[in-house]
């Protein structure tokens, strides 16, 4: 029973890693906790969302990711 957690971006570069499979059920605080500090503390700015499912959530505090989920962190898009 497992997640798959996506980093995309720069977000990739802080995890050193694209993806890591973590223990179900996956939770807001397991999350931060799986991620390590660097991703945590970019985790916490608005601008940076969470997908479960393919969906961005609206509040990603809500997260309640199930075994077979993937959850995807992404960062701010810029460009013009």
Excluded: H, Y
Excluded at 33 to 61: F, H, I, S, Y
């Amino acid at each position: 029973m497992s997640v798959r957690i996506l980093f995309l971006g720069p977000l990739r570069d802080l995890a050193d890693s694209p993806e890591m499979l973590v223990d179900a059920p996956l939770d807001w605080a397991g999350l931060l906790a799986a991620v390590g500090p660097a991703v945590a503390a970019q985790l916490g700015e608005a601008r940076v969302n969470v997908a479960c499912g393919g969906r961005v959530l609206a509040d990603k505090t809500a997260l309640a990711a199930q075994d077979g989920d993937e959850v995807a962190l992404l960062p701010p898009v810029s460009g013009g």
